[in-house]
Every structure is written in C-alpha cells, then in structure tokens.
C-alpha cells in the first residue's frame, strides 16, 4: 500500500500529503472490492447467465431422480451395493444409506429452487436485472465495474474527483491515473496509462474532463 500512496502522491501537486493523510486499511479494503466486483460482475448481471443456472437445476433434478428409479426399477439387491461402503461411525448405517438419503435431498433441493428463483423472477433475468426495462439490461461490462469501483476508492481515500488529465504531449496522466496504474501493477495484471484512459472514458460516458498538466 505505500509503494501505491507514493506513486499517487508523486504524480502531481494535487495530492502532496496523499502518504500521511490516507487510511491505508480503508484503501486496501476499497481496491479488494473494486477486484470482487469485477469478479461476481457476471453472476449479478448476465442473464444468459442466469438462464444456465436454472436449466442446470433441472438437470440436477432429473439426474437424481434418475438415479433413484433406476435403482427402484431394476430392483438392485441393495445389500450388495452396501457392502461396498463403509458403515458410518455416528449412524451406524451403511454410508450407503446416507448417500441415498443425499440424492433424494439433492432431487428436492434442486426442484425447490426452481420454484424460488421461477417466483422471484429469477429464472431467465439477473439479479440486478429483475425489474429493469430490457433495454436497461448488460449495459455494463466488468471492466467499467472495476474502474468505477477503482474511482470510488481514489474518492473516498484522496477526497478528489478522479479524473484523467493529460502531459503536454497528450499522454494519459494525474494521480488518478498513477493510482490506477500502480493498484493493477501491485495485483501483477498491468494497466498502462492509454488502457486507463480508455477504461475510464468508457465507463464514464462522454464528457469526462480531460485537463493538461
């Protein structure tokens, strides 16, 4: 966290006591959500994602029940089977019985969350998506969650609108910049400045300030 407070406080005069004057607990914790976020982005807002999940769960459901008809149809000596598994030391049943129990508990489970994720509306649209316009649907991509995270931690940290200003030979530049910069490279996944410019264009819209230094 210093060689990162060091690099923003080093690349401009806005920030002097950017080294004595931030949390490095609360940052650190910012910069871990920002790379969270980036992670479960998919989870929360894909809905091809979520459509997958639920047709998964029926064929969880129907596996198991497979399984249990099969062993109920072909009238298996069980006894046999049993005898392949070791006795349970809590139960003193066979493990073998425990594993049928799971299966019929699994065929359950999985129908049950069916039905949740069918009531709340769940079962084709992400959680982030339930209720939104279609139109309002995928607009964001992991990488302007990270970013935005990312400026929400310089913003909360630095207490100073992150934006991109530009060198005299209009290269990507500041102490936003710099902080975004060294963060990727303390994870060791390298953002150059242009890749941050570009980032945070992207997932701030048009309009964004550009200032020379």
């Known amino acids: 966290m210093e060689r990162i407070l060091g690099r923003v406080a080093a690349a401009g005069p806005s920030l002097p006591n950017a080294q004595h004057e931030t949390d490095p607990v609360a ?17 929360l807002n894909s809905d091809a994602r979520s459509r997958n999940r639920f ?20 009238k298996l000596p069980i006894n046999s ?3 392949y ?22 065929a359950s489970a999985a129908e049950q969350e069916r039905a949740r994720l069918r009531r709340i509306g769940r079962s084709d649209t992400a959680p982030l998506n339930v ?6 649907n995928a607009d964001t991509t992991p990488g302007d969650v990270f970013i ?8 909360d940290a630095f207490k100073e609108e992150p934006e991109v200003k ?31 410019r570009k980032a945070w ?3 701030s819209g048009p309009g964004q300030r550009a200032l020379e230094i």
């Open 85 to 106: 598994f070791p006795f349970n030391d809590d139960s003193g049943l066979p493990d073998f019985e425990q594993l049928m129990a799971g299966i019929r508990h699994l």
């Open 166 to 196: 530009f060198t005299s030979i209009r290269e990507a530049s500041g102490p936003f910049v710099a902080f975004v910069a060294a963060v990727s490279e303390e994870m060791e996944d390298p953002m150059s400045a242009e890749a941050i």
């Open 55 to 74: 047709e998964a769960l029926d064929k969880v459901r129907r596996s198991a029940r497979a399984i249990l008809h099969t062993i109920a149809d072909a």
């Open 148 to 155: 935005k995270r990312l400026a929400k931690a310089y913003r």
């Open 27 to 43: 940052l650190a914790r910012s910069i871990s959500w920002a790379y969270t976020h980036r992670e479960i982005h998919p989870d």
């Open 81 to 83: 089977l049993e005898g």
């Open 201 to 203: 264009e992207r997932a």
């Open 131 to 136: 209720g939104k316009p279609e139109s309002d």
